[in-house]
Structures are given as structure tokens and as C-alpha cells.
């Protein structure tokens, strides 16, 4: 480990003349570390697998903060006789269990924008991203959700009934207008949505492309919040920032 032209990798563990293979083992280190070389081990493949997360880390654009991952600013509303969860997982946001919608409270939706980095653990695992929920404590929340609100989707089998219409897959405004493009990556590899929203449009941006460009008549104002539906869908980095009025 160390500078190129003396040594076989960088400090990460990184070959120098590759830029996507990495080695973490006893050859990297066969005089030094610990008197257990196990412990050494650990502390390589600690480090090197942070400079790999670090590496394939995607990027918001300028002006982002984050959002608050305290449970205690999230609320949960599940449907009658389900039992859907949201684990908080350090950094993660990780759904399980059907059906129900999970309320940020500290904060609207009206004219803002939201960066929200998923990944599906399998295909078929099927999530969304509502905007301008109504207040989680006004009776029927979930059915108000749907119909004065928005959701993003995220199902790249585009399993809402019937089955198989764009109107129902990753990047739709789910049952208005379909993705201009399939631009999702394969399950478990992070993808990237930018949700724009001013007055009654809102745009979204699906790993860079833009997929979705739609103007509605419904809401304008509420609650982000994020679906338990089936399967597992993991999030992270949930941002937000004023929107830019045209």
C-alpha cells in the first residue's frame, strides 16, 4: 500500500491501475499491523469499504439540506388490518410489511424541491414518494393521499391494476402520466430521484434524466411522505430546498 510505482495499491486498497477493484487481505500488510493480524484486517476492509461507499456516493445539487431522520418527526398511518414498519437503519430508511404511508411532519411540500436517493433489494419491490399529503391526523389520511396528493412511483415491474401500464412504473406520477424513459438502475444499486414541485407542476429527474414533466389540478400544499406497499425499498440522503420560482 502506497504510492504508485512502489506499491501494489493505494491506502484504500485500490490497484493503481484499476479504478473498480480493491483488495483487503494479510498480502497488503505481511509485516505490519497488530500481533492479530485479523484486527489489521478489519480495519483495511473497514477503510476501504468506506472509500468505496464514499466513491459511489451520489451528489444533490446546490442548496440541499437534510432532512430530519428522528422518528419522532415521522408519523406512520397504516391501512386497517396491515402491519407495514419503516426500520430506521443509521442513515436508512428501509420499508417492510403492507400497506401504509410514512409522514415527514416538519415541513410542507408546497414549492419545494426534494432530492431522495432508493434501491429495490429485488425487482418487483414496490414503494413511492407522495407529495402533498394531507395532514396525517384528518380522518381517511390514506385515501386523501391518493386523490389529493401525488405519488412518485417506484415499481419497475409496474404492477398497479392493470398491470403493465406506464402510468404505474418507477418515475410515473402513479395513475396520471407515465416516465418519458426507464432510467432506474437494477436492484440494489442506489438511484437518485430530484423532485421538483412549483404551484402545479412537478418534474422528476430519474438519475440525471428527466422522466416526468407534469401539470396537475389537484393540491398544491401538504405533507412529503413515503409508501409501504410490498418488498423492501431502502432509502437515504432525503433532502429539500426552497424551489425556484420561474
Do not use: K
Amino acid at each position: 500500500m502506497g504510492a504508485p510505482g512502489t506499491s501494489v495499491t493505494d491506502h484504500t486498497g485500490r490497484f493503481h491501475h484499476l479504478t473498480n477493484a480493491y483488495v483487503a487481505g494479510p498480502a497488503l500488510f505481511p509485516s505490519l499491523g497488530s500481533a492479530n493480524p485479523s484486527l489489521t484486517a478489519l480495519t483495511l476492509a473497514r477503510s476501504t469499504a468506506r472509500a468505496i461507499v464514499t466513491e459511489r456516493a451520489l451528489t444533490p445539487p446546490p442548496g440541499f439540506q437534510p432532512l430530519s431522520l428522528a422518528p419522532g418527526d415521522w408519523q406512520m398511518i397504516a391501512a386497517a388490518g396491515s402491519s407495514p414498519q419503516m426500520r430506521h437503519l443509521g442513515p436508512l430508511l428501509e420499508t417492510s410489511g403492507s400497506y401504509g404511508l410514512y409522514w415527514y411532519l416538519r415541513r410542507s411540500t408546497g414549492d419545494t424541491d426534494f432530492w431522495i436517493e432508493w434501491r429495490e433489494l429485488q425487482a418487483g419491490d414496490n414503494s413511492g414518494v407522495y407529495l402533498h399529503a394531507p395532514d396525517p391526523s384528518v380522518p381517511d389520511a390514506l385515501r386523501l393521499a391518493d386523490t389529493q396528493g401525488y405519488e412518485i412511483q417506484i415499481d419497475d415491474l409496474c404492477a398497479g391494476t392493470p398491470t403493465g401500464l406506464d402510468i404505474h412504473c418507477t418515475g410515473a406520477i402513479y395513475g396520471l402520466q407515465g416516465p418519458s424513459a426507464s432510467a432506474a438502475n437494477p436492484p440494489r444499486e442506489w438511484n437518485s430521484f430530484l423532485i421538483q414541485n412549483v404551484g402545479r407542476r412537478i418534474q422528476v429527474t430519474l438519475n440525471g434524466n428527466t422522466v416526468n414533466d407534469y401539470t396537475g389540478n389537484r393540491s398544491t400544499t401538504g405533507f412529503l411522505a413515503l409508501q409501504m406497499h410490498s418488498g423492501t425499498i431502502q432509502f437515504r440522503n432525503l433532502q429539500a430546498r426552497p424551489a425556484a420560482r420561474p
